[in-house]
Structures are given as C-alpha cells and as structure tokens.
C-alpha cells in the first residue's frame, strides 16, 4: 500500500477514483485550489491539500508532493482559456514532474486524451487558432516530456470522450492507428477504475493506453498496454 496523491483532487475523475484508492488501502492526498472544495473531497476518504499547482514553483510543488509515492495528475482547464491551459496543462504539469523526481516520487499516472502524441512537435490534425488547438498541444507535449525527459515509471491513460454512464468495469485498449476513427466514449467512472487499477499494475509502467469502454476486464486490459510510439 502507498501514499498517492491526486493532483485536480476535485476533478470529476478524480473524486471516482479516491475512494477506489482507499478502498484499495492506499492513503490519498487530494489536491484541490479551493477550500470549499474540502469537504467534497473528504467525504471520499482522501485528506484535502489546498494548493495551487499552477502557481507555485517546482519547490513549492515538491513540498505538496513530499511523503509520496505516487502522483496521479487528474488536473485541467479543458479549454476556453488558452493561457491558463498552457499555463496548467503543460507548464504545471511538468514542473510536477520535475518536482516529483526531485524528492523521489517515481510513480507518475497522467490522465490525458485518446490519441495523445506528437508528431513533428505538434498534435496533428488540430491547426494553431482552432478552439481546441492549446488543449491537445499543452497535454500532448506535457505527456512526451513524461515519457521521454522525465525518468519516472509513468504510465498515460487516453480515454475517448467522456461521459457519466456507470461503471462497466470493461475496456479496450486501441491502438494508435485507431485515433481519427469513430470510438465509443468512455464513462468517467471506468477511467477511475483504470487509474486504480494502474497504481498497483507494474505492468502499465512505460506505457500509453488509449481506451474506451469495451468488453476486457480492466485488469487484464492494462496488461495489454502499449509501449509509446511517436
């Protein structure tokens, strides 16, 4: 069992997979930017941290992250404000994972978006003054410095789009030449279960897993993780 700490603890995600991690005997701290948002968090059994990641500088963002041993970063603007979305998405995203080696934190699970790559140093597809356009490059190279320049055990999760349906508890994992294609969504509930599940799933480390809800149990779906192709 470890200690994990949420980054967006108030996120919709993350308020599913908290109590599926104390459940699982693991001890959460839940990061949040607001103080009303404490009791929301703490009635899922995870202790709630104030603290702006998006402000505080990589010292500042290794203090929240000491005693942990694992983080999980479930933050984002989601669009509609393109600075603050490079400032989050990307510039806050990597001082974590910086701050994060920096006190010996290894373990990182980035909840991102179906498909997420680089290709030429831009997410393809998506041209610059498109609504979306900081979204999809802030996560995309936030999650290539993960898996290239970080040196930690990371593991990406892509999940199509996101609905509030239950839990199935099944996926698929696709491939990367799938992305462009037509996909079921995938419900926030069954993302949780994935980011539980790949706290204790060695198996996930170094991978990318782009899914969707499917019909594989998500434990035996992580094991089919692919390793990141560019």
Known sequence: MSNV?????????????????VEAGHTVRSIIRKEEQTADVEATGAKAMVADVEKLD?????????????VVWSAGVGGGDDERTWAL?????IRTMDAARAVGVNRFIMVSFYGSRLVDGVFPGVDE??????????????????????????????????????PTGKITVAQLDESGTQTPATSRANVARVVAAAVDNPASIGCTVNFYDGDTPIEKALEQGVDYVG
Do not use: C
């Open 58 to 70: 990589e010292n500042g963002i290794a203090e929240v992250l000491s005693g942990s041993d694992a």
């Open 129 to 166: 003054g498109e609504t979306m356009y900081a979204y999809f490059n802030a996560k995309a190279q936030a999650d290539d410095y993960l898996r290239i320049k970080s040196g930690l055990d990371w593991t990406v999760l892509g999940p199509t789009e996101l609905t509030l349906e239950e």
């Open 89 to 93: 998405d990307r510039d806050a995203a």
């Open 5 to 21: 700490t949420i980054i967006g603890g108030h996120g919709k995600v993350a308020l599913l997979a908290a109590p599926l991690l």
